[in-house]
């Protein structure tokens, strides 16, 4: 028995990475799906929103809710409630010194800011040349946080503005930022703005850009509430995107242990259809997405 286990040890030695290496493709094969997705369309009407999230409860479809990345919340604003409504984040913005360079700040839920400077080329060597004139920021920070100037040097110090390298490291501010008023400083500064929420519709995003002349001079970016529902057809789950704004994105995932690998065009566009139905959404705007087809890399 004792010869026989030592004949055995070597065999199972070499099976066991095989059985592994096996198993491990065999998941990624699994998992490793086919998908379709969609453009974005807008539905038209803030009340889709609330209504698909009641409708997909009642027609028992699974359904998460995401409030999207971090951000502030900044109260009241006027012109933007009734584009936005009231609960909704501003994530980031930027704030252009020239075509190509800016200094962005980003916003944490606890109300700190993290700001930095930028350049359009993220690879080339920032110089200190390249900073804007130290009172173009400091007028940035007095409306942003109402800091006076003792405070501003704590963060942008007044000696050797133009070669200290403290001023090419993220810095956090610890102080709420008024975003009500620095909007309404850029719409003062600017000629005119877009608000673009089609990039990310379905998912809670939107932009607002401001421009003087054809030159941008900055951009805030906002979030609302979204939802992710979804609903499994055979082998194949059909994602419904959709957020406060009433804008909607679609996905399919296809499991590749399937051995179905695409689907019809008519078909999936008639289950979307079926889901739109279900959901309290007008079935005739899914002839309004495109969808592309994409694969996993197994």
């Given at each position: ?25 065999f ?5 490793d799906?086919?998908?379709?997705h ?6 038209g ?16 479809y699974?359904?998460?809710?995401n409030d ?7 109260g ?15 994530n ?11 200094f ?10 993290t700001?930095?400077f ?20 400091v007028?940035?920070f ?11 040097e ?5 000696e050797?503005?133009e ?5 090419f ?5 610890t ?14 500064e600017?000629?005119s ?7 990310s ?5 939107s932009?607002e ?20 529902i ?28 399937s ?22 959404l ?6 309004e ?9 197994w």
């Amino acid at each position: 028995m004792i010869k026989n286990r030592k004949t055995l040890l070597p065999i199972f030695v070499l099976l066991v990475p095989v059985v592994l290496f096996g198993g491990f493709i065999f998941m990624l094969t699994c998992y490793d799906p086919a998908f379709y997705h969609s453009n974005g369309v807008n539905l038209g009407s803030p009340e889709y929103y609330t209504h698909a999230i009641s409708s997909a409860k009642e027609a028992g479809y699974d359904y998460s809710i995401n409030d999207g990345p971090g951000g502030v919340q900044p109260g009241l604003i006027e012109g933007l409630d009734p584009r936005l409504g009231s609960d909704f984040r501003v994530n980031s913005m930027d704030l252009y010194y020239s075509n190509s360079s800016w200094f962005s700040v980003s916003f944490s839920n606890n109300g700190n800011s993290t700001f930095s400077f930028w350049d359009e080329d993220p690879l080339a060597q920032y110089r200190p040349e390249d900073l804007p004139e130290r009172e173009w920021v400091v007028n940035k920070f007095k409306i942003m946080y109402d800091m006076n100037e003792k405070e501003i040097e704590a963060y942008l110090p007044a000696e050797n503005w133009e070669v200290n390298d403290i001023f090419f490291e993220q810095v956090t501010i610890t102080r709420p930022p008024n975003i009500a008023a620095i909007r309404r400083h850029l719409l003062e500064e600017s000629t005119s703005s877009t608000f673009d929420a089609e990039n990310s519709a379905g998912k809670g995003g939107s932009t607002e850009t401001f421009y003087n002349g054809s030159e941008k001079i900055g951009s805030i970016r906002y979030f609302v509430p979204a939802a992710e529902i979804s609903f499994k057809e055979g082998s194949s789950t059909y994602t419904v995107y959709i957020d406060r704004l009433g804008g909607v994105s679609l996905y399919i995932s296809l499991r590749s242990i399937s051995s179905q690998k695409t689907i019809p065009e008519k078909e999936y566009r008639a289950v979307f259809k079926r889901i739109f139905t279900d959901l309290g959404l007008p079935p005739e705007k899914v002839d309004e997405f495109e969808f592309e087809y994409g694969e996993g890399f197994w």
